[in-house]
């Protein structure tokens, strides 16, 4: 079983900069970050493979950056150039593989509130 804990989250004025964290407890496969804004369905914001390969929702690309270090199970997405309608509740995944297949089991934080004010 493997936990993440998710950190800095917060309130930022548009155009400000916030830098999320997410720590492991265990060895993960891929890691990401998913968001869910109040009446919306949850959203895949930024995703990096064990490998380093990266991907974007198209609504952040050039804004945000996902990156990790691997020797220390940890993943942040670094986001710059805030809007209001990046407001959400901010989640970090990861998953692991567990069977020939592959298999892999899928891990969520508990999440963090950013709010971006106008």
């Known amino acids: 079983q493997v936990q993440l804990v998710e950190s800095g989250g917060g309130l930022v004025q548009a155009g400000g900069s916030l830098r999320l964290s997410c720590a492991a407890s265990g060895t993960v496969n891929a890691m990401g970050w998913y968001r869910q804004a109040p009446g919306k369905q949850r959203e895949m914001v930024a995703h990096i493979t064990s490998g380093g390969n990266v991907d974007y929702v198209d609504s952040v690309k050039g804004r945000f950056t996902i990156f990790r270090n691997t020797t220390k199970n940890m993943v942040y997405l670094q986001m710059n150039s805030l809007k209001p309608e990046d407001t959400a509740v901010y989640y970090c995944?990861?998953?692991?593989?567990?069977?020939?297949?592959?298999?892999?089991?899928?891990?969520w934080g508990q999440g963090t509130q950013v709010t971006v004010s106008s």
């Open positions: 995944n990861a998953n692991q593989i567990v069977g020939p297949g592959p298999y892999y089991y899928d891990y």
